[in-house]
């Protein structure tokens, strides 16, 4: 039986979010325990004492990590916070993967410092998976945060350990793999990206060279490869104007007058087509790749939806045993 | 007199565009003089011989620099080509500023090599004006590419230069300064960001400490400054996320039967509304910020109306004497 450690506090919506989100995919994941960190009378107060049975499972905890709380300094002092129990179930084999919405920089931490790098990685690398513009398959993107300062290696271990995700879990056969840079040419970047390039051409991926920000939700590639800290500028730029579109024409559609606001009724199907396209949450959630175990988040503000979604992406890469894999990958190196 | 030395052969629509751009704005700028460098024949075909008047010369050349030409090698090698003869032009004190469609790689190269750097500049900066969500105001964004790799006292520079831009310009008082970076809190993003976060906080602009990609549209700051790398990327993905939605969009609302067309006829109002919120024809082009004299660039595939405007964006830059005080202000230092 898979059994999945989940911090119960972390995020908006939590505990209920989550709770709502099991129940609903307990019936598809017969063979899962979801075991819940947490605020044992908050807990009790979305989940019956009746719903807990083998597949479900309340560990209390008193302390809860919040986003305001310096990472790596919290899971040091609040070790009976839900997340770090939760860790810790992970790390001691109690538990085969970890889930959370909290504090992202925690997680990292959790995920690195307690869980553990895997050998032969040098730095893990945050990796959602995103939408594109042509197609359902979407894109991953990797590092998106976790690392500030990156080495060429780096880039090339992330996009060794993404394109066997895109394969594994997304069934793409031989994915293409870019690395995003500041220009089209194999010389552009820093030198950094310059070496990154060098890397990936040597290497047995199917490496299609650089792609430019503008290119990044167009479906031109599988993986993107990128330094951490670019790929976080990269992943909030794509959100923040997208939300900002959005509302926009939400907003422009609501003060222009009668005829406007019918009008905006009869385009429902269209803006539904468009909400499905663009819809992360049927990826699941961003991957801490580079640990022990699947260690994996979603935004703080998710509802049931891409929770169940997420849960349900951990239950495949705990059936395919995705991280046995990149163990094996990685120590015959 | 002004005099706005201008390649008539770079960019998509060229000359045609250009020249017409000329024609609608001279009776607004009437102390100003535009050269146009490029193919005689070319320009003449759009342009009657009768209209060339003390506003209006023509000086042909016989070469053109194209997008896929490597920056330095060009500059270098095409010695007749319209942008390096417009360039030598400002250069040899014929010219003022530097107008230019092209490739943008060949554009800084002119700024920089031919033009050259203010004493007191370690590296010029590319600066565009974008819009924000809640207000027409707009911000600037330095550096967006002009350098691979990046100090903290470039960012220190271009946040100095587009703040007085900001100021000069667009008429914003005592301007807010940001530093996009990977977080919030002052000790985010590697050394560099790290260190330039002290001299901006050093300095005796009005900073406002970090933001983060996904607030870059906001409008929660005037001047964002940032390294060239990532703020290559962070404009290329706001700019393809932008185009990759509106596309979509266009596709659901022309793909969703009869009501829903119906629907995008009566919401043209609000769309109206966005293109006009979102438009940046009227921020101007992109201005290389750190050289001897203004060079500025429009995307190449610019139409007439962001040419207008960049044309008399540059005519504020001339009239205000920009170039003239940011010399002053960085030989003091």
Redesign the interface.
Known sequence: MKRIAIDAMGGENAPKAIIDAIIKVIPEMPDTKFILFGDKEKIRQTLPADQINDQLEVVPTSQMINDEDEPVKAIRTKKDSSMVVAARYVKEGKADALFSMGNTGALLACGIFIIGRIKGIARPGLMPTLPV?NSDKGYNLIDV?AN??TKPEYILQWAEMAAFYAEKIRGIVHPRVAL?N?GAESD????V?QEAYKLLQDSDLNFIGNI???????GKTDVAA?D???G??????????????????KD??L???L??K??????????Y??KN??DTARYGGAVLMGVNAPVVKTHGRSNERPIYYTLKQIGKILDENLIGEIKEKFSQK
């Open positions: 513009q945060g500030a300062q995003l500041n552009k970047g820093d030198s990206h430019e920000g503008n290119e990044l939700m167009t990128m951490g800290f670019s976080n500028i990269a992943l909030k730029s794509i959100e923040g104007m997208a939300s900002v579109l959005l509302h926009s024409l422009s559609l003060n222009n007058g005829v406007t019918l009008g905006a009724l009869m385009i429902k199907n269209a803006v087509d468009l396209k663009y």
